[in-house]
């Protein structure tokens, strides 16, 4: 089973270092928590928003441009996730008409930069990747 409840007694005062390795997550554990908030921020439309984010705080049409082939529904499900998650902040500015900017917050910001450096990683190695796929298909008889 899987249980990620700590096992440590809590008392009052802040943690202990102990206590604080008690309380680590697990991703995978299929019941941690922490799996899901990896899928919002690995998924394909969530680390593009983080990615474009990272440039500086963007209004909702602005990032549905920036993340070419999204659709309002999913940028929309999207920013709901990562907002859930602490990622997000969105802020809604009281004029007519009304103005929503969306930002990354601190651990979002983090988050963000992890993301970045995969993603230039991936896109310096495509000549590898293009040339593994091909072999990959030509010996398979692919197209």
């Not at 680390?47 to 659709?71: C, K, M, P, Q, Y």
């Not at 309002?72 to 009304?98: C, F």
């Not at 601190?106 to 993301?115: C, I, M, Q, S, T």
């Amino acid at each position: 089973m899987d249980d990620i409840s700590p096992s440590v007694e809590r008392t009052a005062g802040p943690r202990t270092d102990a206590e604080d390795a008690e309380l680590a997550f697990n991703v995978f554990a299929k019941s941690c928590p922490s799996r899901r908030t990896l899928e919002d921020v690995t998924g394909r439309w969530g680390s593009l928003t983080l990615g474009a984010l990272h440039e500086g705080s963007l209004r909702f049409n602005e990032l549905r441009r920036r993340i070419d082939g999204v659709s309002e529904k999913m940028l929309s499900q999207t920013l709901h996730s990562l907002e859930r998650d602490g990622l997000v902040h969105r802020e809604a500015q009281p004029t007519n008409p009304p103005r929503v900017d969306y930002e990354l917050t601190p651990l979002g910001r983090e988050v963000a930069e992890r993301l970045l450096s995969l993603i230039h990683f991936v896109e310096a190695r495509m000549p590898s990747v293009l040339d593994a796929q091909q072999s990959y298909d030509a010996a398979r008889g692919a197209r």
